[in-house]
């Protein structure tokens, strides 16, 4: 079964082209094996999602990606997979597998239609023949099921695995119903998303979902899994580039804070 590629032409160029000036060649290596990475267009996400995804390692085997739900409702702490052999990009098919863990609902519709799975697959297919995973998740029952879930992940995880968690940080304006700075508020969301991607980065994955679960991180639940993860693996973590919507087009009724936290293992250098 394969997942078709939904967004290509919309959110991205489907013309392989026009889409290799975004992903760069992607044959590059590096020590990242973990990350939080935005999900927008990519016009918007492209330049921050190849800054990681061209450093994991080279042989990498296996992609992991943990996104929010934007078009289905789940209940708390429930994780969706799904069952697709193939997911197609406009620079030809990766090889898919379930994320098998205790608990995991297969629900193909609901991956099928998730942009916050997709934006990174025509990266990881320029950097190579590797296989991923999917999963959904939107919230938590409590900060503390990060760290269970993220243990059942980890025990799933090879050694040539990458989990990537899918979220964008703040969506302030009054189009998003978010304006607790006042009309502008770029500053106050600066630091308000440095002290998340701080705190993810450090591993303190359920601290930063109980204190920003109420903010418009879209993706806080995953985020804070994939630094529970990187903690539980002993990875070193560090904040990488970010960067607002507003950067790229104007808008008076809102922008989107972008933010990449990366983990690698301790003895791997930059």
Same mark, same amino acid.
């Given at each position: 079964m394969i997942r078709k590629a939904r967004f290509a032409g919309l959110w991205y160029p489907a013309e392989k082209e026009t889409l290799e000036a975004i992903t760069g060649d992607m044959q590059g290596s590096g020590p990242y094996d973990?990350? =939080? *990475?935005?999900?927008a267009g990519l016009m918007y996400s492209g330049t921050l999602i190849r800054s990681v995804? #061209?450093?994991?390692?080279?042989?990498?085997?296996?992609?992991?990606? +943990?996104?929010? #739900?934007?078009?289905?409702? *789940?209940? /708390?702490?429930? *994780? =969706?997979?799904?069952?697709?052999?193939?997911?197609?990009? /406009?620079?030809? %098919? +990766?090889r898919c597998s379930p994320l098998d863990i205790p608990d995991a609902v297969l629900c193909n519709e609901a991956i099928a239609a998730e942009h916050g =799975?997709? %934006?990174? +697959? /025509?990266?990881?297919?320029?950097?190579?023949?590797?296989?991923? #995973?999917?999963?959904?998740i939107s919230s938590l029952r409590t900060a503390e099921d990060a760290s269970a879930i993220a243990h059942q992940i980890a025990g799933k995880s090879g050694e040539r695995t990458v989990l990537i968690a899918s979220s964008d940080f703040t969506h302030y304006g009054k189009r998003f119903g978010y304006t607790p700075y006042g009309n502008d508020g770029r500053k106050e969301t600066e630091y308000h998303d440095d002290r998340c991607a701080e705190m993810l980065?450090?591993?303190?994955?359920?601290?930063?979902? #109980?204190?920003y679960r109420r903010s418009t991180i879209c993706g806080i639940a995953a985020a804070a899994i994939a630094a529970e993860y990187s903690s539980q693996l002993g990875l070193k973590g560090e904040m990488g580039a970010h960067a607002l919507s507003s950067d790229i087009s104007a808008d008076s009724d809102g922008f989107v804070s972008y933010r990449t936290v990366m983990w690698r293992k301790c003895?791997?250098?930059?």
């Open positions: 973990a990350a =939080v *990475l935005p999900h995804l #061209s450093r994991i390692p080279h042989d990498t085997e296996r992609v992991i990606i +943990l996104s929010p #739900s934007h078009y289905f409702h *789940l209940p /708390p702490s429930l *994780l =969706v997979t799904s069952s697709f052999s193939e997911a197609e990009t /406009p620079f030809g %098919m +990766l =799975v997709e %934006m990174f +697959l /025509p990266f990881i297919r320029r950097k190579g023949d590797i296989n991923v #995973s999917f999963g959904i980065a450090e591993g303190k994955g359920c601290r930063a979902y #109980s204190e003895d791997r250098q930059q």
